[in-house]
Nanobody, 127 residues
Framework: VQLQAFGGGLVQPGGSLRLSCVASGRTSSNYAMGWFRQTPGKERDFVAAVSRSGGGTYSSDSVKGRFTISRDSAKNTVYLQMNSLKPDDTAVYYC?????????????????????WGQGTLVTVSS
């Protein structure tokens, strides 16, 4: 499967963006998906995850209440709605997919759980 993330850009503090991750090849409904972010010189951090069924979601403490992950399996797309953005949210955001056989309600929060990665989309929060 190939993943393409887009929707990043420059936004002022307090603003909103919605990132999209489109899967091609095998449909995204076959995979649990996640969003991660990384800034220069730092490790990649988990942001949010959604189960294969879409019924299970989880967000990191740093974005909980501000970011929402969702999926539209008919469109092979996973979304990350980001509200109340802060300068600390500035990063390259990556989407990822986990292959294999596992419960449809499970989500995954570690980078090593994922097998496919998109190319990343830059989000810059600045006034």
């Amino acid at each position: 499967v190939q993943l393409q993330a887009f929707g990043g850009g420059l936004v002022q503090p307090g603003g909103s963006l919605r990132l999209s991750c489109v899967a091609s090849g095998r449909t995204s409904s076959n995979y649990a998906m996640g969003w991660f972010r990384q800034t220069p010189g730092k490790e990649r951090d988990f942001v949010a995850a959604v189960s294969r069924s879409g019924g299970g979601t989880y967000s990191s403490d740093s974005v909980k209440g501000r970011f929402t992950i969702s999926r539209d399996s008919a469109k092979n797309t996973v979304y990350l709605q980001m509200n109340s953005l802060k300068p600390d949210d500035t990063a390259v955001y990556y989407c990822a997919a986990k292959r294999g056989i596992y419960p449809s309600e499970h989500y995954y929060t570690e980078g090593y759980d994922y097998d496919y990665w998109g190319q990343g989309t830059l989000v810059t929060v600045s006034s």
